[in-house]
């Protein structure tokens, strides 16, 4: 069977390519050597199925970090069915992203949320069931849609309600705000160091001083957050992939492959095929160096085409990518294949293994 190169933007020279298995619901990627694929298509090479690995010795790669992505904004609502298909086996960390810049600056501007309080309360009462069952995190980024701190308030709130009705006592939770103070942003703004990212009305001293502003985090006040014990972390406006990327480097996976995991597992199974934002994914990560996809819902499975999609999915320019080693821009070529051996001793049980 043939596996795409499909997409790219892990870290420094490797990227990852999209391998689909005949008769699952399974994808798996590999780091490569990028110019491995840059200049001629692959060669057959030592490790699991001509493929590098990191796994030193001839055993099965061993499953090292399981997430859930419970949907794409909580809010959407997803099958009780799917999490519970889901938290069969490990679970390392239950996710989700709490809101989105789609509805507009509206929710940001008046504080409110976009989803109905019923929809949010529902989703977020199944990850904290499912968290205080397992002991495990979970984390809800960008809060009551706009992650600003009337929204994250609103989110705190619901947040309270679920815990006394599932009698949540001893969990330490994390609040993380990210609201500026207008001042702060005034001050960058008299220096020059504010630059437009796109098209729009000029600013001024006096419409930053009226707005709400938020920053977005990345990974570091997660980790912080995590390292501190938190098992429950409400953030305000967060990196999607941040979200899910933070635990898996705080735990010493690659940078690369994990803010790639996390870029798939951020709207859900929007990434599936057929995909929707209101559906759970998870994704499994082994030593060496792969991760593996799996639908819980069997409606939907992962296929290379569907995660290839996904990753590319919010690029400005998907085929140049950054490299940090050598400081320049590298241009990917998507069109090469591979032929593979059939996996066959993959099956379903290995994406539930504990």
């Known amino acids: 069977m043939a596996a795409r190169l499909a997409f790219s933007g892990a870290n420094d020279l490797d990227q990852v390519i999209a391998i689909a298995f005949a008769d699952t619901r399974i994808l798996k ?3 490569f050597s990028m110019t491995a694929w840059i200049i001629d298509p692959p060669v057959k090479r030592a490790g699991h199925f001509g493929l590098p690995t990191f796994n030193e010795s001839n055993s099965m ?3 090292i970090y399981r997430v859930i992505s419970a949907c794409g904004a909580l809010g959407y609502g997803y099958p009780a069915e799917s999490l519970q298909a889901a938290l069969k086996g490990r679970v390392d960390a239950i996710i989700c992203d709490g ?5 507009g600056p509206f929710y940001l501007g008046t504080g409110t949320e976009y989803f109905e309080r019923e929809a949010v309360k ?3 009462r199944h990850m904290v069931e499912a968290g205080k069952k397992i002991g495990c995190p979970v984390i809800l980024g960008s809060s009551g849609m706009a992650g600003g701190d009337r929204n994250l308030d609103w989110m705190i709130d619901v947040a309270k309600e679920i815990f006394a009705e599932l009698a949540v006592r001893d969990a330490k939770v ?3 705000r990210s609201e500026l103070d207008p001042e702060i942003v005034i001050r960058e703004f008299r220096s020059g160091a504010l630059r437009p990212t796109g098209l729009g009305p000029d600013l001024s001293e006096d419409a930053l001083r009226e707005s709400v502003i938020v920053g977005q985090m990345g990974i570091h006040p997660l980790m912080t957050a995590l390292e501190s014990g938190a098992q429950f972390i409400l953030a305000g406006r967060s990196c999607d992939i941040a979200l899910f990327a933070s635990d898996m480097i705080r735990r010493g996976i690659d940078a690369g492959l994990a803010y790639h995991v996390g870029h798939v597992l951020e709207c859900g199974a929007l990434a599936c095929d ?3 934002p209101s559906d759970c994914l998870v994704a499994e990560v082994y030593d060496d160096g792969a991760a593996i996809f799996t639908a819980p819902n069997p409606a939907r499975r992962c296929t290379a085409y569907s995660i290839a999609a996904h990753s ?3 690029e400005s320019h998907p085929q140049l990518q950054f490299c940090a080693k050598s400081k320049a821009f590298v241009i990917l070529h998507l069109n090469q294949s591979v032929a593979l051996r059939p996996l066959a001793h993959l099956s379903a049980d290995r ?4």
């Open 174 to 176: 994390a609040v993380i």
């Open 274 to 276: 057929p995909g929707s």
């Open 61 to 63: 790669p061993n499953l």
């Open 312 to 314: 590319l999915y919010e």
């Open 29 to 31: 990627l590999y780091l």
């Open 351 to 354: 994406t539930r293994r504990s």
């Open 99 to 103: 809101g989105s810049m789609d509805a």
């Open 122 to 124: 529902a989703d977020y």
